[in-house]
């Protein structure tokens, strides 16, 4: 098995090569650790290697990382979250990246501490498994979220198909970012919404030629699993 650090320095060429192809910086990209399936021992030898950011999809591994590593990492939480499970881990999250309904709106709202800075999730793809507001429905849906003031729409997230299908790729990628601009372009006080968070282990190149500003990469980075 590699090294994080050794995984970490090819995928930190990807994405400054990815990054100079589409004329953008490098340090505009944040890279998240996806630390799901790996132990502790693991989590911690990505964040002696250098990252900062680390991503869980569900609470109860998203509590143990976070109990073991504490305020050396930013904390992204990635997965889907249950309405009634919202109270066991809302105010130790400092991004949620799958905001996909407004049940779920009301109660980060009740239970939220903080601000909670959120990402919409987004079927773009339009896969029946995947969660996330329709593409059609995305204005609508932020424009609904100004009801909730602990809620602040940083930006968009999807999650690309499983497919090494480059075009199909490009084009998810690229309707999350015209999505992105259009909600941006509202200039909406509770969503500035100039973040993109896509592209995983097997897209995140493509995901940054398209604009990504958040990758989330698990088993290239601290995988095989
Ligand atoms: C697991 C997961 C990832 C990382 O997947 P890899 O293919 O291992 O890089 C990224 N985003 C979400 C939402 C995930 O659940």
């Given at each position: ?118 990402f ?34 940083v930006g ?38 100039t973040l993109l968070s ?15 500003t958040h ?11």
């Open positions: 098995m590699n090294t994080v650090q050794q995984n970490l320095k090819l995928i930190r060429e990807d994405i400054s090569s990815a990054a100079a192809k589409s004329g953008r910086k490098t340090e505009d990209i944040t890279l998240l650790a996806v630390t799901k399936y790996v132990t502790i021992e693991r989590t911690k030898e990505a964040v002696d290697a250098g990252i900062v950011d680390l991503g869980e999809n569900r609470i109860e591994g998203f509590l143990e990382k976070q109990a073991a590593i504490g305020d050396e990492a930013i904390w992204h939480f990635i997965g889907s979250l249950q309405s009634r499970k919202v109270k066991e881990v809302i105010n130790q999250v400092d991004y949620l990246h799958a905001l996909d309904r407004l049940s779920l709106a009301k109660e980060i709202q009740k239970r939220a501490a903080k601000k909670i800075k959120c919409v999730q987004v079927n773009v793809s339009a896969e029946a498994t995947k969660s996330g507001v329709s593409p059609a429905e995305t204005l609508a849906f932020i424009q609904e979220l100004a009801a909730y003031p602990a809620i602040e729409v968009l997230m999807t999650m690309a198909p499983n497919t090494q299908d480059e075009d199909v790729l490009r084009s998810v990628f690229s309707g999350l970012r015209q999505l992105r601009d259009e909600a941006a372009a509202q200039n909406m006080s509770h969503a500035p919404c896509m592209g995983m282990s097997n897209d995140y190149k493509i995901a940054i030629e398209e604009g990504a990758v989330r990469v698990g088993s290239a980075l601290v995988g095989p699993y």
